[in-house]
């Protein structure tokens, strides 16, 4: 593409000489035919160091760079310009002689089925769904349309898919719930008999889990995105638009609003409720239920202020112990003279 036709696209303003480029890069790694992007101040002193042809900025640092496409939001733009050369995984198209479709299955136009992927009875694909090889639909599931299941992703039984849904490899959608209970010395497993539903945009990371409900519904809702290593236990409602980040856990019938993001490791008790527009930070514990529009951290969760201060004295707790035992001994001792003097 030329420099031009990218600018045209996302309505961006070129600054010095269009040229070809072939790709797109990092600062550190591009070369004379690729561009590149800026969007944290942190990494400014890298922008004269790079050979990228063009990088896309703000307006106020355009001339650091010899050539420039000036745009108020450089990392959206730049996630744009890469779709444009993004390439989709696997190159077959069709349906496979080698798959496994039961006859009571229902595929939309334009479905490819890879060899060795699995179709169960009375399933239903929308227009245009990919499912790789090893992937696996059980009975009675509901896809939507444009949805891709990549390689060993599973979906079991009665599950429900909106349009444009991705299953990563090995993602496990529709598993039992962790339900058990002590019955004459023995632990007996309580039937997990609901389903799940996922709304239309939904990402699901490579190895991540979404229990099936005991009863009802897990539902995971519109656009929302899970990383790798997630676990949505049964009944939980997550909201729209939320951002689930690597080994986040959440505990069964959770309550989660819209556009929560859960930062790595964060752990998530079962039965609370998490407001909207909510932000847990990495490897928080969440005991008990956060209203709308917080943010914070630490286990157990606190408001970013205060976790913030609490953060910052951990390091001087061994002095801060030292200094309280000597004022101790201090107390101490003068109790004791001023017990001597009253005598």
């Keep these: 593409m030329l420099l031009s036709e990218l600018a045209a696209a996302f309505d961006l303003i070129l600054s010095g000489e269009d040229c070809e480029f072939t790709g797109l890069s990092t600062l550190d790694e591009a070369t004379e035919s690729e561009v590149s992007f800026f969007a944290n101040p942190r990494y400014r002193g890298r922008l004269a160091q790079s050979r990228a042809c063009a990088v896309i900025l703000t307006a106020n640092y355009a001339h650091e760079v010899k050539r420039a496409l000036i745009s108020p939001a450089p990392y959206r733009d730049f996630a744009r310009a890469a779709a444009l050369f993004a390439r989709r995984e696997g190159e077959f198209s069709g349906i496979s002689a080698q798959s496994s479709i039961h006859p009571s299955a229902r595929l939309g136009e334009n479905c490819t089925v890879h060899p060795f992927a699995h179709i169960g009875a009375r399933s239903s694909l929308g227009p245009g769904c990919v499912v790789f090889p090893g992937a696996y639909i059980g009975e009675d599931c509901a896809l939507g349309a444009d949805c891709v299941l990549y390689p060993n992703a599973?979906?079991?039984?009665?599950?429900?898919?909106?349009?444009g849904c991705i299953l990563r490899s090995g993602a496990v959608i529709g598993t039992e719930g962790f339900g058990f209970v002590r019955i004459d010395g023995k632990m007996q497993a309580v039937p997990q008999i609901g389903s799940v539903r996922l709304e239309g945009g939904v990402d699901i990371g490579a190895n991540s889990c979404v229990d099936r409900a005991t009863l009802g519904s897990t539902s995971i809702g519109r656009d929302s995105k899970l990383d790798n290593l997630v676990q949505i236990g049964h009944n939980v409602s997550l909201g729209e638009q939320c951002l689930i980040i690597s080994q986040v856990g959440i505990a069964g019938s959770?309550?989660?609003?819209?556009?929560?993001?859960?930062?790595?490791?964060?752990?998530?008790?079962?039965?609370?409720?998490?407001?909207?527009?909510?932000?847990?930070?990495?490897?928080?514990?969440?005991?008990?239920?956060?209203?709308?529009?917080?943010?914070?951290g630490g286990t157990p969760f606190?408001?970013?202020?205060?976790?913030?201060?609490?953060?910052?004295?951990?390091?001087?707790?061994?002095?801060?112990?030292?200094?309280?035992?000597?004022?101790?001994?201090?107390?101490?001792?003068l109790k004791e003279l001023m017990a001597k003097e009253e005598e």
């Design 254 to 296: 959770a309550k989660v609003g819209d556009r929560v993001t859960m930062a790595g490791q964060a752990g998530i008790a079962g039965h609370l409720n998490i407001g909207d527009d909510v932000t847990i930070g990495p490897q928080s514990g969440v005991p008990k239920d956060i209203p709308g529009g917080v943010t914070g």
């Design 154 to 163: 599973v979906v079991l039984a009665g599950v429900e898919m909106g349009d």
């Design 302 to 333: 606190m408001e970013s202020g205060i976790f913030m201060r609490s953060f910052s004295l951990l390091p001087r707790l061994p002095e801060m112990h030292k200094r309280l035992l000597r004022l101790e001994k201090e107390l101490a001792a």
